[in-house]
DNA sequence: ATCTATCGATACAGATCGGTATCGTTTAAT
DNA sequence: ATTAAACGATACCGATCTGTATCGATAGAT
């Protein structure tokens, strides 16, 4: 294995491990083992395993994240589906068979003290998901762009934990129906959303 | 301290230290160390620390639900908002300072495999929860009443697992406010809610 | 080709884990 | 008052944990 490669490959080890069996639960003798990696190795490129938690989260974090943008950009134009794209996005996410819970929410669950730097890690994921939405959010004109950007946030969360309880994807399906509802009524602005010019204060 | 709380009170001090701080991070010397109690008292009421976790989830699973229950009793009469009433229950409970998210979400995140039995007594709190959902939106003549139910079930699961990140009951308002207008729309049964009279027995 | 940094392998340290054994003391029921 | 069970205290077991030390082999860059 070429030298460069042993960092991403602990990486992804680790964080298929963690997202197997929890973060505590995932001893190092096991990482090293599944990656086929001396110990040395390990501790060379990490300083401990706290720091591999918080290097596996944030690799975990960027993937998620523009995984999310590139699928919505894929899917859909219109600023208004892309909103619900999101959840397609989140269906085929739960529908993966090594779907277990979100990680950041199970770190979280692991991690409880608030200045624990995992928790700070799983917070930040979520305040940068939570800023695409009022992206989208904002694209779709709509008012209080904030509060319907903070509404998919708990939609996502609450199918995401559901789904990891059932072991099915509906709640995820039964989430986009409830935004689908939720916001055919929420009032957009004057400037109806379909206006190809810029509204004042558009952000992206 | 008489024989017969010591169980009570081993049980009270294992779910406080497991809310606290997770359960594979909570030691069984920590938990004897704060109840006060030998270690061979601990292995006398209880065969092994999953027992105990057991024992714990089962407990806070009959109070939440017995809670959930009197909270909306003493709170609502009217059928609709007997519904709305447990997300002011929910909001008491993520209001308490020593809230750091659902113990059976945690307990679902730090134990993934389907077949351990602590995942199965977090799934099972879970379904008892959601039966108790479609107990009241079934005394409310919902059409449907298993899809609100989960509808509910999943506000209520996205509130909490917010909340547990940002540390407010406002996402807990958040969500009671999507049911309110979620549910506003939701068809019902012909035969509407008994009480066409102003809603008594809102809360104060 | 040589030098240097990183690799794998292994052994080990020190702490902590869940759980057991022992024993003297206390308590509840007869 | 006596008996039997549960108690507290403590020492201990084997396993496992994170992290370090050592050393010969290997690979990249010059």
Same mark, same amino acid.
């Given at each position: ?9 602990? &990486? ?16 190092? #003798? ?6 086929? /990696? ?21 690799? *975990? #974090? ?19 589906? *892309? ?12 529908? #993966? ?17 608030? /200045? ?13 998901? &939570? ?48 935004? *689908? ?24």
């Amino acid at each position: 294995m070429r030298r460069s490669e042993i960092r991403n490959h602990l &990486l992804e080890t680790a964080l298929r491990l963690f997202n197997e069996h929890g973060y505590q639960a995932t001893g190092i #003798d096991l990482i090293i083992a599944e990656a086929g /990696v001396a110990k040395t190795t390990l501790y060379r490129h990490f300083e401990t395993k706290e720091d591999l938690i918080l290097a596996a989260l944030e690799r *975990r #974090d960027e993937e998620d994240r523009s995984a999310m943008r590139a699928f919505v950009d894929d899917h859909a134009t219109d600023p208004l589906e *892309r909103i619900f794209a999101t959840f397609d996005f989140l269906e085929a996410y739960v529908d #993966d068979w090594r779907f277990s819970g979100c990680i950041f929410v199970s770190a979280a669950g692991e991690h409880k003290d608030t /200045v624990d730097p995992v928790f700070r890690a799983a917070v930040m994921h979520k305040r940068l998901t &939570l800023a695409y939405f009022e992206e989208l959010v904002h694209a779709a004109r709509f008012v209080e762009p904030k509060r319907i950007a903070a509404e998919i946030h708990l939609l996502h969360e609450g199918a995401v934990v559901v789904a990891q309880m059932s072991r099915t994807a509906e709640p995820v399906r039964q989430a986009r129906q409830m935004a *689908r509802k939720l916001f055919a009524t929420a009032e957009q602005s004057p400037l109806s959303r379909s206006a190809p010019h810029a509204a004042p204060g558009a952000k992206a």
